[in-house]
C-alpha cells in the first residue's frame, strides 16, 4: 500500500500558496496520510485538516492588514512583528472571531508533525499530533517564530524558534518515516538556490542571546540547498512532487501586497491539479 506525505515549508506571507494548493485539496478530496509543517506551513496544514476551505485564505488577505496582527507597534510592545498569540490564540481559540475547528482536525487520521528549532542549541525538536489540543496552539507559535522579527516562543520554559533554521525541508524524515509518494510545497521557485548573506545580518543579532541557533541559521543556506538536492533526486526518481511559485509577485517573508497574496493563491490552485495524477501512479 503506498504511503503518502506532503511538506510544506512555510515562508511567511509567501505561503499563500500552499493555501491554495489546499484549498483545491479539499475541493477534490484529496487525502495525504502525514502532513510535515514547518514556519507558516503549519498554519496552511492545520487548516487542510481541520477542512476549513479559505480560513487561511482569510487570515492572509484580511487579519494580516490589522496592526495587532502584524506591526511595528507589536514590535515595540512585546518584540515580535507578528503577534503569534493574536494569531493561534485570539483569533483561532473556541471563542475567536476565526475559530479552528479543532474537533475535526483531531478526528481527522492524518498525522502531523511540526518542525521547530530550539533556540539554546539549535537542534531541531519535532512536535506532533497529540502536542496540539483545544485552545493550545502552542507548537505551531514555536515554529513560526521568526528569529530577530520575533522573540523566541516559550514552550515548558523552552525557548523555540521557526523550523525553518534547523531543518527548513524535512525531506529525509519523510524518507525515514516509510512515505513512497511525496508532495513539497515551495515558496520560492524550484530553481532558487539560498545564498549565505540572507542570514547573515540576522544571526549576527541573534549570536548574543542564542549563539547556537545564530550558527545554524548562519548555515541555513547549506542546509536548505543540501535538502532541495534530496528533493530534486528524488523527483527525478518519481518518488516526489515539487510544487513551486513561477514568481513571488512582491511577496517576502514578512512583507505583502493583496494582489499579490492573490496572484500566489491562485498560482496555489493551479498548481494543485498535478497532484491526484502523482499520488495515484
Do not use: W
Not at 503506498?2 to 499563500?16: E, H, L, N
Request: net charge negative; aromatic share 10%; glycine share 8%.
Amino acid at each position: 500500500m503506498t504511503r503518502t506525505a506532503m511538506i510544506d515549508v512555510g515562508g511567511g506571507y509567501r505561503s499563500i500558496f500552499g493555501a491554495g494548493i489546499m484549498d483545491r485539496m479539499l475541493d477534490e478530496g484529496v487525502t495525504v496520510d502525514k502532513c510535515f509543517g514547518v514556519s507558516a506551513g503549519t498554519a496552511n496544514m492545520i487548516n487542510y485538516m481541520s477542512g476549513q476551505r479559505g480560513r487561511t485564505y482569510t487570515f492572509y488577505t484580511d487579519f494580516s492588514t490589522r496592526k495587532e496582527y502584524a506591526s511595528a507597534e507589536n514590535f515595540a510592545k512585546i518584540h515580535s512583528y507578528v503577534d503569534l498569540d493574536y494569531v493561534y490564540s485570539t483569533l483561532s481559540n473556541s471563542d475567536g472571531e476565526f475559530p479552528l475547528d479543532y474537533p475535526a482536525f483531531a478526528a481527522n487520521p492524518t498525522d502531523f508533525t511540526v518542525v521547530t528549532c530550539d533556540a539554546r542549541n539549535g537542534h531541531a525538536v519535532y512536535f506532533n499530533k497529540s502536542d496540539i489540543s483545544q485552545d493550545n496552539y502552542d507548537v505551531l507559535k514555536a515554529s513560526s517564530a521568526v528569529p530577530v522579527a520575533c522573540e523566541p516562543y516559550l514552550i515548558d520554559d523552552v525557548p523555540y524558534y521557526d523550523g525553518g533554521i534547523a531543518d527548513p525541508i524535512p525531506v529525509e524524515m519523510a524518507v525515514s518515516e516509510g512515505y513512497d509518494r511525496i508532495i513539497l510545497i515551495l515558496t520560492h521557485r524550484r530553481d532558487f538556490i539560498r545564498q549565505p548573506k540572507k542570514d547573515a545580518a540576522p544571526a549576527r543579532i541573534l549570536r548574543h542571546r542564542y549563539p547556537a541557533a545564530a550558527e545554524r541559521l548562519k548555515n541555513r543556506y547549506r542546509t536548505y540547498n543540501e535538502e532541495m538536492q534530496v528533493a530534486a533526486r528524488l523527483a527525478a526518481e518519481g518518488r516526489l512532487l515539487i510544487l513551486a511559485p513561477e514568481d513571488l509577485h512582491g511577496l517576502n517573508t514578512l512583507s505583502k501586497n493583496l494582489d499579490g497574496l492573490n496572484a500566489m493563491y491562485q498560482e496555489g490552485l493551479s498548481a494543485a491539479k498535478a497532484i491526484p495524477g502523482f499520488l495515484a501512479r
